[in-house]
């Protein structure tokens, strides 16, 4: 498989986008070569408009442009755009329900070297709280770009987070179809499931390879949309395989883990482990060590797996 | 400015007020203060300037009016209001709990109203997404926004105003409502955002400063300012928080307090007589 960062799936997914909204417009805060508008700028640079390092203007800029009926994405790292801007994003950005894009890119730990300050962990649950925000955690470049394009069609104010490190691409972008909200069983199995999100859905496709030859059926479930999630999906797995486990590379708190069980506690009440930034802040060094300190890669979600099938 | 036209606006002023002072009493909360200081501004802008129309409060071309001193609301809805787009009844409805008429606008709700606003700070920055956008597909529209002189302490409103200059919004008009007081004081005293002016020029602004309860003027200053080209234009208006209720004037304390019934009487005396002079 290749390798490619989510964040390069944006900045190719706007130039798809832009062929079908010639409206679209593209604000960056001084890091589009990071976030990869610098792809689309390349392409449209009457399109594409640096607001300075000014997270929190750039958000009510984003609105006002919404208000006026144009196509608007406007692009940070996830700390600034959910984190510095959060209180624009809710009032003047959410509470009108007005159409803006937001592409938050270098979401979670494996922002590596840059350390905490950069490494957001808390964008999903801020953005989860705020009423009527779509969330969405592609899991590769491929579902990354869907995804950008799918907002051709899709009103109303949405989050989009994209990683920083290059993950394998594992959908084929012939065939490829993104559905705001569905979830995706990518793997099917009967003994428990893995509910991930975003650059884990790679990690725990392969823990389900390793569980598979040690004779542990696994389901893996791909939820790229956080917010408003596939209630059926999860439903149907806790049904179905009666344990869950969910990984994600952001905190237990107020992120996918607390999504799933959420339904799952108001639907169909069973065992659900949560795997994920357990309340710390991070630290600088290699996105992969990191992961792995963490206890985000394939090796670890196989012995949470096999841990919480003996609970 | 035609004489009749000044007494027209000072008539719809003075309803204005009233308005305000229903409003706000029948809500029992709400901002007076910073309300009556931009009563006769947004009369101004409301019934002589912008072009909008009530029977198509969502119509593309329009003028943009973003509120970004959201707490002056009871100011913005009188003039709505006044200019059609509700009845002036609904401002007995401010506040309640089953009313459009929310403690800060919302433009999901109430008709006219181009942003929801309330947060300090932020207004401006929709009203720059406004204008941006008008740029972007040559559109002819004006847009708006009026600021509190204590919300110049919010980091976004410089955040904006470097944005406009940069993108050469002339198509922008800030107002300032300089009343010099906020919730814990005198601006001066709690945290001068002084010299206005020249912060706004040196961000590579328009500066005009008027009397912000003197038409003439604010007619001088917007047609000015029509004709500045690739800079945004701010107007600071000099205003007394609370004009015309006596009581209220320069008084601290009407900030974000409504008046008892005894002192909406008084108040009520005091602003019904007004109208009556100007209309006598």
Redesign the interface.
């Not at chain 2, 700070?121 to 008008?134: R, Y």
């Given at each position: 498989m290749a390798n490619k960062a989510t964040r390069e799936g944006y900045g190719d997914g706007l130039c798809a986008l832009a062929k079908v909204r010639p409206d679209l417009?593209v604000l960056d805060a001084d890091l589009s070569a990071a976030t990869k508008t610098c792809i689309f700028k390349k392409e449209y640079p009457d399109r594409h408009?640096n607001?300075?390092i000014?997270e929190?203007?750039m958000?009510?800029?984003?609105?006002?442009?919404?208000?006026?009926?144009?196509l608007v994405f406007a692009s940070s790292f996830a700390m600034f755009a959910a984190g510095r801007a959060y209180?624009?994003v809710r009032?003047?950005i959410a509470?009108?329900?007005l159409n803006v894009k937001i592409g938050a890119t270098h979401a979670g730990i494996s922002v590596g070297e840059d350390g905490a300050t950069h490494q957001c962990c808390e964008d999903i649950a801020l953005m989860r709280a705020i009423p009527g925000m779509t969330i969405i955690n592609p899991a590769d470049y491929v579902e990354a770009k869907a995804a950008v394009l799918a907002m051709a069609e899709y009103e109303g104010p949405t989050y989009l987070r994209f990683g920083r490190l290059a993950v394998p691409i594992y959908n084929d972008e012939e065939t490829y179809k993104f559905e705001v909200g569905k979830g995706i069983t990518v793997r099917d199995g009967s003994d428990i499931t893995i509910i991930a999100t975003g650059l884990m859905v790679a990690e725990a496709m392969e823990a389900a390879e390793t569980l598979a030859s040690e004779g542990i059926n696994a389901r893996v479930v791909n939820i790229h949309t956080i917010k408003p999630i596939d209630r059926e999906i999860i439903v149907k797995a806790a049904r179905e395989t009666k344990k869950i486990v969910t990984v994600e590379e952001h905190s237990t708190i107020g992120g996918l883990g607390s999504a799933v069980c959420d339904v799952v506690l108001e639907e169909y009440p069973t065992t659900v482990v949560k795997l994920g930034i357990e309340d710390v802040f991070g630290h600088s060094g290699a996105a992969k060590d990191l992961l792995r300190e963490y206890g985000l890669c394939a090796e670890n979600i196989v012995n949470v797996v096999k841990k919480t099938l003996k609970k | 400015m035609d004489k009749s036209l000044v007494r027209d606006l000072e008539i719809a002023a003075a309803k204005v007020r009233i308005g305000i002072i229903e409003g706000v009493h029948s809500a029992k909360a709400g901002h007076p203060g910073g309300s009556l200081s931009c009563a006769d501004l947004l009369t101004y802008l409301y019934l002589h300037r912008l072009n909008v129309d009530p029977a198509d409060p969502k119509m593309?071309s329009r003028d943009r009016m973003?509120l970004s001193k959201g707490h002056a609301a009871p100011a913005l809805y009188a003039v709505l209001a006044l200019r059609g787009f509700f009845s002036m009844e609904e401002m007995k409805t401010l506040r309640k709990i089953d009313s459009r008429m929310q403690g800060h606008p919302?433009?999901?709700k109430i008709p006219g109203v181009?942003?929801?606003t309330?947060?300090l700070?932020?207004?401006?920055?929709?009203?720059?997404?406004?204008?941006?956008?008008?740029k972007?597909?040559d559109?002819s529209y004006k847009v708006y926004t009026l600021l509190g002189d204590g919300e110049l302490q919010e980091?976004?409103v410089w955040?904006?105003a470097?944005?406009a200059a940069?993108?050469q919004l002339d198509n922008l008009v800030a107002v300032v409502d300089n009343n010099n007081m906020q919730i814990d004081g005198k601006i001066a005293d709690v945290m001068s955002p002084y010299p206005i002016d020249q912060k706004f020029e040196a961000f590579g602004w328009h500066t005009i400063t008027i009397n912000g309860h003197d038409f003439n003027e604010m007619e001088k200053a917007f047609d000015d300012a029509e004709r500045v080209v690739q800079r945004p234009t701010v107007i600071i208006m000099k205003t007394t928080k609370g004009k015309g209720v006596f009581y209220m004037e320069n008084a601290l304390e009407w900030h974000g307090k409504a008046p008892n019934d005894e002192e909406y009487e008084v108040a009520m005396k005091e602003l019904t007589a007004h109208l009556a002079e100007l209309e006598g």
């Open positions: 417009v408009f607001c300075g000014a929190s203007n958000m009510g800029v984003a609105a006002g442009i919404a208000s006026t009926g144009k209180e624009i009032n003047s509470y009108p329900k | 593309e973003v919302d433009s999901l181009d942003a929801s309330g947060s700070g932020q207004g401006i920055s929709a009203a720059c997404g406004m204008a941006f956008s008008g972007l597909s559109e980091g976004e955040e904006a470097m944005f940069h993108y």
